[in-house]
Every structure is written in structure tokens, then in C-alpha cells.
């Protein structure tokens, strides 16, 4: 019977939609609509009836250790600042190990950039193996210099496919990427060591212009020499 009455063509029930007069309300809304309002309304309503519930039964003796580190300004709780959060040597450990982060990443694409180039190098040079023939006589030497060889002849850019073409135009793209990003890399991997080297002890000058003798944009610094025991 579940056949017949699936075989049997029944109407296409349509959804109502808002009358012509009330167009400028927008869409008219649904009974799963409703629902998600509905829903979305209450949790609200719930979590306000939280929050005015734990107000009321509050102790007005309680304490916290946070109320010491915060104040109010203008009715809104400001925490103190976390500048000094850390000590000086967790914060020498901590560009200790950012700087070794970075490091690790120039190396990795060092690598990556020595295999592209030399995988394109490959594909581009022309191969260096020979072959050697050997003649009997001196005509049968002149017929061989004059016989054009089939591994002399190369294949020109043209007659690469395409799908070939564009692997290789990829290729040399990303080695063009990661040569800049290599590049960026290893001058914030300087600032960062130069930061760090900064804030070691012992006594240290940045030196003006006159006593620079390559002159560049970022400041160099002398440590004063100190006797190592």
C-alpha cells in the first residue's frame, strides 16, 4: 500500500508568504523561525535571572584576591598593568626561545630552497653524459663527425607541455617566496638577538655616526671590555 500511495501525485503544499500590504515588514516569519527566537529569548531571560539571583544572596563580606589588583574607573573594573608580570630572566628565556623558533624556521627553508634550486638546475642544464664512438679508419671517422646525433638535439621551451610549464613557473615562484620570506626571517632573528644581547648586564654605548666606519640604518652598539675571571 506505502507504494501505491507514493506512486499516486499529491499537491506540492506551498508556504504562505506575507501578504502584499505588509511587504515592508520583510519575510514573513515561520513557526521554526519563532522557535529559534523563542529559544535565544529564554536563555537570555535564564542568564539574566542568574545573574540578579546571585546578586541578591551576595555576601558583602567576601573576598577576593583580585578585588586588590583591580580599581574602579568610572564604574568599570580596570586590572593593573602586567607589565612586570614576568621576571628579567623568564623574559631573557622566553626570546631565548623565540629566537630559537625562528632560527629553526630560516633553517627548514634554507633547505627547501637548496632542494627547488637544485631540482630546476637540473631540469634546465643540458645533460653532461657523452658517448664515445669508435671508428675503424679515418673515412668511416669523417662519416661519423658528419652524422648528426640524436642526443645532441634539445628540447626547446615550446615543446614542453603545458602542464609541465606550469609546475615549473609554480616552482620557481615558490623559490622566489621563500627566498624573500628567508630574507625577512633572518633580519627579525638579528633584531631579536640584538634585543636580547641588550639585555645583558654590562655597560654599553650606541655609537654615533662619526665612529661608524660602515655606515648603516640600524644602531650599533659597544660593550665596554670587561676583565673574565
Not at 506512486?7 to 515592508?24: G, L, T
Not at 545573574?51 to 577576593?64: G, I, T
Not at 622566489?176 to 625577512?184: A, F, H, L, S, T
Not at 645583558?200 to 652598539?221: A, F, M, Q
Request: aromatic share 6%; with cysteine.
Amino acid at each position: 500500500m506505502s507504494s501505491l500511495r507514493n506512486a499516486v501525485s499529491r499537491r506540492a503544499h506551498k508556504e504562505r508568504a506575507q501578504p502584499h500590504d505588509r511587504r515592508k515588514f520583510g519575510l514573513l516569519e515561520k513557526h521554526k523561525d519563532y522557535v529559534v527566537r523563542a529559544k535565544a529569548f529564554h536563555q537570555k531571560e535564564e542568564t539574566l535571572r542568574k545573574l540578579r539571583e546571585k546578586a541578591a544572596f551576595r555576601n558583602p563580606d567576601e573576598f577576593y584576591f583580585k578585588m586588590v589588583k583591580t580599581k574602579t574607573v568610572d564604574g568599570v573594573h580596570r586590572p593593573e598593568s602586567i607589565a612586570n608580570k614576568y621576571s628579567q630572566e623568564e623574559l631573557m628565556l622566553m626570546k631565548t626561545q623565540d629566537a630559537g623558533y625562528i632560527l629553526q624556521k630560516i633553517q627548514s627553508d634554507r633547505k627547501k630552497i637548496e632542494k627547488l634550486s637544485s631540482m630546476l638546475h637540473s631540469l634546465d642544464s643540458e645533460p653532461q653524459n657523452k658517448h664515445i664512438y669508435f671508428a675503424e679508419d679515418r673515412e668511416e671517422a669523417r662519416e661519423m663527425q658528419l652524422k648528426p646525433s640524436s642526443s645532441s638535439r634539445k628540447p626547446g621551451f615550446g615543446e614542453v607541455p603545458d602542464n609541465i610549464k606550469r609546475k615549473m613557473e609554480g616552482s620557481y615562484r615558490e623559490l622566489e617566496e621563500r627566498k624573500r620570506r628567508v630574507n625577512e626571517l633572518e633580519k627579525v632573528y638579528m633584531d631579536m638577538v640584538l634585543k636580547k644581547e641588550l639585555q645583558k648586564k654590562g655597560r654599553k654605548r650606541k655609537l654615533r655616526e662619526d665612529e661608524i666606519v660602515c655606515p648603516t640604518t640600524k644602531p650599533i652598539y659597544k660593550w665596554r671590555t670587561e676583565r673574565k675571571r
